[in-house]
């Protein structure tokens, strides 16, 4: 596409203590709206918190306003878009090859995520086995859907449906359309889900029964719904089985796709061939009371287990690692992400020699061979 794409990773539960083994992936695809500086699933929904117990590794790509997650026929609004090369061609083998996924793979996503991940599941036969979409738009070639895209489009950015498809009456339209592509989705675990446009519990009542004040969230819902209502309907014509969850309120807003990330979970862990709970565990030894002490860890997710030089224990909100010369120490958040980045205590950075510390702008954690500073939304790494 041009330039660099950032893509966050939400690491499988055993990555660490299982240095040896490889994880399924599931990309988690974001709406119409996507911002160039962190993926939705983590900026406006609980994913981080949610995955850190599962054991799949969770893909998010960054990026991709009104892209639809498609490979478009021209640049447009100073991109040029070129997203299921990206995804299906580009980004697997470095995933397989540097984090040690598989390729077991799951899709999932909102809205523009939604549409995205059915089409890009029938488009690529055998790249996937789960694909979720929650309140995604599912019919792309009905009567007046292109003209509904291409506003939306405008809105959200100032980008052109006819740079992504051509006209409405082009043929990538339908050669992107998950309903036209249904018969393509045989054999792979579904999940469809959407709202009824109507105030729901994560929304502001307007005064008027059933009303709220997201107008515009009301209303694609409601056009979600019905597209998704004509897919299933083909689902079942083609006797394609099908888990759906049409709820009886709730607007296009992320408290519901959050509520669908979960209420999908095991389904897409039965998919991907990983337990849908985490084991039991618990803290002991010298990393108890840093475990105690740091609240922000929150519950263990794996038993204490030994690296070379040392011992770690993986928290919900980060780690805990020790050696003899070091003691334990917690780490997580940004400077944690660098830390895994630089292949952890078996990097060039060794075993952390402090907690986090606070510097002017920012913070600091200091390392047998160096330190990691984060400041100004980056993590730098500064080797001795």
Known sequence: MGTQIQVQLLLARDW?????AKFPM????????ATDDQSGWTKDAGAQDFYADKNVT????????ASFYSDWKHPDNGK????ETFLTKELPPLLDHDWRTTNVRGLAGLSMGGTAAMALAARNPGFVRYVASYSGVLTLTTLGMPQAIAWAMRDAGGYSADAMYGPATDAEWEA???YALAERLK????YVSSGSGLAGVYDLPAGIPGVSTNWTGMALEVLSRFSSQQFVAKLNKLSIPVQVNYRPSGTHSWPYWDFEMRQSWPQAASALGVEAAKPDCTAAGAILPVALGKSWLGDCLTAEY????GAAQDFRGGRVLWSAGTGAHSIGGMIGGAYEGASGPAGALGFPTSDETPIQGGVQQAFQHGTIVF??????????
């Open 58 to 65: 969770v893909v998010l790509p960054v990026g991709g306003a």
């Open 375 to 384: 400041r100004d939304g980056k993590a730098e790494i500064h080797a001795s």
């Open 26 to 33: 599931l990309y988690m695809l974001d709406g119409l709206r």
């Open 176 to 178: 992107h359309d998950p």
């Open 306 to 309: 030994p690296l070379a030089g």
């Open 187 to 190: 054999g792979l675990s579904l």
């Open 80 to 83: 040029t878009y070129k997203w």
């Open 16 to 20: 660490n203590n299982k240095p040896d």
